[in-house]
């Protein structure tokens, strides 16, 4: 049976390593955005036409691997001491429902950011709206 001190100490670094995990899961849905949008950087490399599928940078090559590392190097850990926290019985679901919220509000601002960044460039362009066209 581990001591009080050392159980907080492991309690603490196992919720030091969720948000670490949950910041690098942050950082790999913000980079596939402006992968896809383009809004990060100054230059891209463009693939696709007529219209772009993917603005690259190698920046981006970066951020995925420190968001990947970040995530991978953070799981383990917290794989690690949840065995010893359930080995002291300590309950971990309010920890697991606090995650599960984070990861569908990090979803949901992906996807306004995904659907927001073409939305305010138009709005910046002043096209917004129907356009009257001849037939020819």
Not at 8 to 20: L, P, Q
Not at 43 to 56: C, E, I, Q, R, W
């Amino acid at each position: 049976m581990a001591s009080h001190k050392t159980q907080k100490t492991e309690r603490t670094h196992y919720y030091i390593s969720t948000a670490s995990f949950l910041l690098s899961l942050g950082l790999l849905l913000f980079t596939a955005v402006d992968i896809r949008r383009g809004f990060l950087f100054s230059d891209y490399f463009k693939v696709g036409a007529p219209s772009t599928l993917m603005n690259l940078d190698l920046r981006h090559l970066i951020l995925l691997l420190v968001g990947s590392l970040g995530m991978w190097l953070s799981y383990r850990y917290m794989k690690r001491l949840e065995g010893n926290l359930k080995e002291n019985s300590v309950n971990l679901k309010s920890v697991t429902k606090i995650v599960a919220i984070v990861i569908g509000a990090f979803l949901v601002i992906d996807l306004f950011t995904y659907r927001g960044v073409p939305a305010s460039r138009i709005i910046a362009a002043g096209e917004m709206g129907a356009k009257r066209r001849t037939m020819v």
